[in-house]
């Protein structure tokens, strides 16, 4: 039985966790030995933003979309915690991803509400877990320098408004990755 090589599997399930491999078994997908490249905070920049769903289970409730990849398969699967621990083999470590990610969108609601010392009418300047961090508002977009580099844009686009230049400062002295490394 596979529960016996999931880590934390002991307390799942046993019908959903039956379920999750059958559906992994229907694609043809390997059963475990998934490994997760990415987390996707679905409300990020939106509280009340659209839920995501499970591609395995199909529960429709995920905010963190956990990105699983396998080389024996063709494309990456996107699911919610529980599922991506069953993939991994190690439920405990996808919820310790999870936790982080919570902690993480705790940190990113602190940071935007946090006022910026502003030494000049189109500067804003802030340190965060630290890097030294500089707004510079230009006529009609936003510059964001990160320890004395310069960003331009926030999820592909130029930065047109104060909050989408925080956001992206967010990104860069907070990035998921360092969630990832557990
Ligand atoms: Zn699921």
């Given at each position: ?128 877990r630290g890097h030294e961090i ?49």
């Amino acid at each position: 039985m596979y529960t016996t090589n999931i880590q934390g599997a002991e307390e799942l399930d046993k019908r959903y966790l039956a379920r999750c491999i059958r559906k992994l078994k229907e694609w043809g997908a390997p059963l475990d030995h998934w490994e997760c490249i990415d987390v996707i905070d679905v409300r990020e920049d939106d509280e009340d933003g659209t839920l995501s769903e499970c591609e395995l289970c199909g529960c429709a409730n995920v905010r963190y979309e956990h990105v699983m990849i396998h080389e024996l398969y063709f494309e990456t699967v996107t699911v919610g915690c529980i599922c991506a621990g069953i993939m991994e083999g190690d439920i405990l470590r996808a919820k310790e991803r999870e936790r982080r990610m919570r902690n993480r969108a705790k940190r990113k609601k602190s940071f935007i509400a946090k006022k910026w010392s502003q030494p000049e009418w189109d500067t804003y300047r802030r340190q965060h877990r630290g890097h030294e961090i500089m707004i510079l508002q230009n006529p009609e977009s936003y510059a964001v320098y990160v320890d004395g580099q310069v960003h331009l844009t926030y999820k592909g686009e130029v930065i047109r408004d104060f909050l989408s230049a925080a956001y992206r400062a967010f990104e860069l002295t907070d990035p998921v990755k360092e969630v990832l490394t557990i």
